[in-house]
């Protein structure tokens, strides 16, 4: 049964997305559906980022000794001024790792 779930998850997904990558076919998306899809990603992310940002132990953690919290201003900071993934990745996994060890270890 597991390996039939599998299977049958495997073919929506590769039909799903066979369906708007091949460029045979006639299937094109609206103007109104193409701006509402464009908001799907920051969604996205923010589900994954806010929980572990902003929480601890199933509290809210919103405390200025919050070293995911202050490893996320810088991070949106950096993203913001420089436009550059990879140093904002750096910088902001190098300001956690000192944050979370050395001054609030």
Do not use: D
């Not at 076919?25 to 589900?47: D, M, N």
């Not at 601890?56 to 810088?74: E, I, K, R, V």
């Not at 993203?79 to 001054?103: G, R």
């Amino acid at each position: 049964m597991i390996i039939l779930s599998i299977l049958a998850m495997t073919c929506l997904v590769f039909l799903s997305r066979y369906l708007f990558l091949e460029p045979r076919l006639p299937l094109r998306l609206s103007p109104g559906v193409q701006k509402l899809l464009s908001y799907s990603s920051p969604a996205v992310l923010t589900a994954i980022w806010a929980p572990i940002v902003f929480t601890h132990g199933n509290t809210l953690n919103a405390s200025a000794h919050n070293p995911y919290l202050w490893a996320a201003m810088l991070a949106g900071i950096i993203a913001w001024k420089t436009k550059n993934v990879l140093l904002t990745v750096v910088v902001s996994m190098a300001a956690f790792l000192v944050l979370n060890l050395i001054v609030w270890g």
